[in-house]
């Protein structure tokens, strides 16, 4: 199995981090695997 970290869009730096390394305080989104996929 491949670990996979979850990745959270921060909307102040506008880019995607890793869960842990989201600032606090930032305002974070999570978004699934899956709901990325169908915007694109």
Do not use: C, H, W
Not at 6 to 22: A, C, F, I, S
């Amino acid at each position: 199995m491949v670990a996979f970290n979850t990745l959270m869009y921060v909307e102040d730096k506008d880019k995607y981090l890793p869960e842990g390394k989201v600032p606090a305080g930032a305002r974070a989104l999570n978004i699934s695997g899956t709901e990325l996929r169908q915007t694109k």
